[in-house]
Each structure stands twice: as structure tokens, then as C-alpha cells.
Nanobody
Framework: QAALVESGGGLAQAGDSLRLSCVGS????????MSWFRQAPGKEREFVAG????????NYAASVKGRFTIFRDNSKNTVYLQMNSLKPEDTAVYYC?????????????????WGQGTQVTVSS
């Protein structure tokens, strides 16, 4: 059974940094476009960042560009999200996802595999 498991969330203060990890199991995700999404209470799930299978191409939401970095280590079947200069508005549950079909997409319904999410809470 293929699965994605996130970790690294927690409590932070504004300006702090956190690194999220997403480890795949049950199959290799080294050929999948993978992304991080987030969902705040009462809001829709939104795209945060995505990375091509090779790691050569990345995409970011405007709200996190310049502060967040997505990268991957295919030898470890793992994708990371380095979050710097955190803001209270970054508070959300963060999910990693893998698309089995698309080489790039920011639409949640284009993803086939999802993790269970990890909570990030940023205080001011």
C-alpha cells in the first residue's frame, strides 16, 4: 500500500523556520511530480509548492515565494519543505501529495496520493 507520511510540523513564532518532510513508502515516488498543499481552518486547500521528479523545476504560490523552498531526495523517497520567515498566516495543516499523471499541476484534484497532514502553527 503506497503512502506518504509528513513530519516536522509544530509550534513556531513569527520569523522562525521549520522544515517539513514527506516520506513515501510502498512504492517509489521518484518519477512523480510532488507538491505541498496547506489548509487553514475554514479555508480551501491551497497549493504551496511543487517540484518536478528530477528536482530541476519548482513552483511556488505567490504568498510563500522567497520564503519557502521545496526540494527532494529521490534516494530517500522524500520531499522537503523548508519554511523560513514564518508568518501567522502560514498557520495550517500541511499536506504532501504526488501526482501520477501530471508533470506540473497546482490543482488538488490532480493528485493521486496524499499524506495525513502535519500541523504548523505560527504565533505573532
Amino acid at each position: 500500500q503506497a503512502a506518504l507520511v509528513e513530519s516536522g510540523g509544530g509550534l513556531a513564532q513569527a520569523g522562525d523556520s521549520l522544515r517539513l518532510s514527506c516520506v513515501g513508502s510502498g512504492r517509489t515516488f521518484s518519477r512523480n511530480f510532488m507538491s505541498w498543499f496547506r489548509q487553514a481552518p475554514g479555508k480551501e486547500r491551497e497549493f504551496v509548492a511543487g517540484i518536478s521528479w528530477s528536482g530541476d523545476s519548482t513552483n511556488y504560490a505567490a504568498s510563500v515565494k522567497g520564503r519557502f523552498t521545496i526540494f527532494r531526495d529521490n534516494s530517500k523517497n522524500t520531499v522537503y519543505l523548508q519554511m523560513n520567515s514564518l508568518k501567522p498566516e502560514d498557520t495550517a495543516v500541511y499536506y504532501c501529495a504526488a501526482s501520477g499523471t501530471y508533470s506540473y499541476t497546482d490543482r488538488a484534484n490532480h493528485y493521486d496520493y496524499w499524506g495525513q497532514g502535519t500541523q504548523v502553527t505560527v504565533s505573532s
